[in-house]
């Protein structure tokens, strides 16, 4: 008999490591309470419609879908939460200039985000909208190293970039679809050959941007770096000046810059950031920028954000009461 078994990658949670999930959870909402955020739960499932409009293939390729029996309509089981919360945002709190949300609930994965990561994450996270600007990326990124401490994960490395200086330099390239995609793909994997070769073909300026770009991680002095070796292209300085900005808000912390960190680039269009610790390969929280998210319903203005797995946090820090 194996009616006992569970779906691969899927896994009950037993105590005591249940009661630290949820001394986690109650300690985050309280936080977030604490500095002005409001709840939201958003539906397990919709209407693939909105669920998906306007996000990745790659979280459209992470979610479930299925038939409702009802209407015979397409729903999905949600893979991330922050599409919800923009269309909460868009529609049912469109009176308010600016939205502090947060929210705590399971999001379902088809696939696994990694070897031994579990397909249903317990994702917590907190956005604001409504505010632009290098002030409200601070704040954000303020609240998640104050989410990291109360969960007692007081020892991180806080990895920051801006997918503007991609960005930007893709498009004054006018690469081909498919020459991106390569090329994307040999940038994050900081594959330095891989990019020449991809490039070869372009203006120096920018071929030797793009050659640069895997080597400019480290820190803060790769700020410096980046503006003696990159085009003054105008997205390019806006990006560099906001990151400047954060370092020297944020000088007192273990930071590093990574001008290939293009996570979530589908969605985000400025700084985007994770925080490691010692002993895991993947980011215990990440985040940045999406102002775009919102369009599709109809509101796309300021909103940078973050989110965490409340089981990654429970085996990566210590109990908290």
Not at 219 to 235: F, H, I, Q, T
Request: include cysteine; hydrophobic fraction near 45%; proline fraction near 4%.
């Amino acid at each position: 008999m194996t009616a006992w078994l569970l779906p691969e990658n899927v896994e009950d949670v037993l105590p005591p490591e249940a009661w630290r999930m949820e001394d986690m959870r109650r300690a985050l909402l309280d936080l977030f309470r604490s500095r002005g955020y409001q709840l939201v739960i958003p539906p397990l499932m919709e209407y693939v419609d909105s669920l998906l409009t306007g996000v990745g293939a790659d979280l459209d390729l992470k979610t479930f879908k299925v038939v409702d029996r009802m209407s015979g309509r397409l729903m999905g089981v949600r893979a991330d939460i922050t599409p919800q919360v923009a269309r909460i945002d868009a529609h049912l709190l469109a009176g308010n200039a600016v939205n502090r949300l947060c929210y705590a609930g399971s999001v379902l994965h088809t696939l696994s985000a990694g070897f031994h990561r579990s397909r249903e994450p317990i994702q917590v996270g907190a956005e604001l909208y409504g505010e632009a600007g290098v002030d409200a990326d601070l704040e954000i990124l303020k609240l998640m190293r104050q989410s990291l401490e109360v969960c007692g994960i007081a020892a991180f490395q806080l990895d920051i970039g801006h997918v503007g200086v991609y960005r930007a330099l893709a498009q004054e390239a006018r690469l081909d679809g498919a020459v991106e995609h390569e090329l994307f793909g040999a940038l994050q994997a900081k594959d330095a050959s891989a990019v020449a070769v991809l490039t070869a073909g372009l203006p120096i300026a920018l071929r030797d941007a793009f050659v640069a770009l895997p080597r400019l991680y480290g820190d803060r002095s790769v700020l410096g770096e980046a503006r003696a070796c990159l085009p003054g292209l105008p997205a390019v300085d806006t990006a560099l000046d906001a990151l400047d900005a954060l370092d020297r808000a944020l000088g007192d912390a273990d930071l590093a810059y990574d001008l290939t960190e293009l996570r979530g680039y589908g969605y985000h269009n400025g700084v985007v950031f994770a925080a490691y610790v010692d002993g895991r390969s993947h980011a215990v929280a990440q985040g940045g920028r999406y102002d775009e998210v919102g369009r599709v319903f109809g509101r796309a203005r300021p909103a940078p954000g973050f989110s965490m797995d409340l089981r990654e946090l429970a085996r990566a820090g210590a109990p908290t009461g």
